[in-house]
């Protein structure tokens, strides 16, 4: 958990803009972020976590995190809140 909080730190000081609503969010990335720092923190979230859809388009630099029911909102609102700690 400390290892993900601290991938999150990192990824948070990249974003460039965030856009949330109740069951998705699309983060803009720069292009210094370290992109082995940020599938580690996809993989350990999908491995984790299944009910996230989480999609990256490298040449978008465009994080996409989703959530199919109301009943895992609040654990997409956690990675917004942790995404905009940066």
């Known amino acids: 958990m400390a290892a993900q909080r601290a991938r999150y730190a990192v990824v948070a000081r990249h974003v460039r803009s965030l856009a949330s609503g109740e069951r998705s969010l699309r983060a803009r990335l720069d292009e210094s972020l370290d992109g082995a720092v940020l599938r580690e923190l996809i993989d350990v979230e999908r ?39 940066g």
């Open 47 to 85: 491995e984790c976590c299944p009910f996230f859809d989480i999609a990256y388009d490298a040449s978008e630099r465009l994080l996409s995190v989703s959530v199919a029911s109301d009943e895992h909102a609040p654990a997409l609102q956690a990675i917004a809140h942790s995404l905009r700690a």
